[in-house]
């Protein structure tokens, strides 16, 4: 597959990058502060790539965490990270659909999404977040991270960014996300947002670290094919800097 025709998370991480979502570290601190995890947390990463978050939460508190995607490329990837990390013990990988989940009613503490509602349209958002209430023990919380618009997008904006991007990403307002969580049934919603990090070089620096960083770079800049993406992908986050941020969410069922 070309570098045009790959999903913009699949083609970035070809280039090296570990973080495929928008608010990068900063907005998943944010997440992690919310969640409170013990040694004893039941935790379930859904759409969890090649297992970044699985493995920083697994080492940082201990928690036992259910890992799950649908690319199987990906997963390959995660499995051979989690070994050699040494926390099989802790993160199961599974290839599953978040539309249906292969977990009983209540049965997590924490359910963490980050970069995966945002590509789907407002029915599916609607149907997979009602999949996540399910599998929450009561009480327990659902954190999400998200793109969220400042502005409204002009209908050509949206469409180039369908088109950067490669997937059916659909932005919405504050609000509308959490109408979203409401709707589901969801009691408490709190929100924070910021500037994009995904593409942006101190965002690229603070998410992947000086190095990584570089050679995200120069892998981008490396072919013609690579630099037409790339730069096409910098150029569009960079020009709609005020009107997209990142947003994230903690739900509390
Ligand atoms: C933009 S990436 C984000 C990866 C990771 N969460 C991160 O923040 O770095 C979106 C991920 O969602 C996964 N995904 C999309 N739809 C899914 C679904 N219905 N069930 C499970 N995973 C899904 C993709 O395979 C991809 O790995």
């Not at 947390?41 to 493995?55: D, P, W, Y």
């Not at 954190?143 to 469409?159: C, E, G, R, V, Y």
């Not at 059916?168 to 409401?182: C, D, G, I, K």
Request: charge should be positive; include cysteine.
């Amino acid at each position: 597959m070309s570098a045009n025709e790959k999903a913009g998370h699949t083609f970035l991480a070809s280039l090296g990058k570990t973080r495929l979502r928008p608010g990068g570290v900063e907005a998943t601190e944010w997440l992690i502060e919310k969640a409170q995890l013990t040694p004893n947390s039941q935790v379930l990463e859904i759409a969890c790539n090649m297992a970044t978050t699985s493995i920083e939460l697994a080492q940082r508190f201990g928690c036992h965490i259910h890992a799950i995607d649908m690319d199987q490329h990906a997963l390959s990837q995660a499995r051979a990270r989690v070994k050699e990390q040494g926390l099989e013990e802790n993160i199961q990988i599974m290839e599953a659909n978040a539309l249906k989940l292969p977990f009983p009613d209540n049965s997590f503490d924490v359910v963490i999404n980050e970069a995966m509602l945002t590509m789907y349209a407002d029915k599916a958002k609607a149907k997979l977040v009602s999949e996540y209430f399910r599998v929450l023990k009561p009480g327990g919380c659902l954190l999400t991270h998200d793109i969220m618009h400042l502005q409204p997008l002009a209908a050509p904006s949206h469409d180039q960014l369908q088109n950067v991007v490669k997937s059916n990403v659909s932005p919405m307002t504050r609000e509308a996300w959490q109408q979203l969580f409401h709707a589901a049934g969801f009691n408490a919603v709190a929100t924070q947002n910021g500037a994009m990090s995904l593409m942006s070089p101190p965002g690229l620096i603070r998410d992947e670290g000086f190095l990584r960083a570089l050679k995200i770079v120069f892998n981008g800049l490396r072919t013609r094919d690579n630099r037409r993406r790339f730069l096409g992908m910098f150029r569009y986050f960079r020009a709609h800097r005020h009107q997209l941020n990142y947003i994230a969410c903690c739900s509390q069922k």
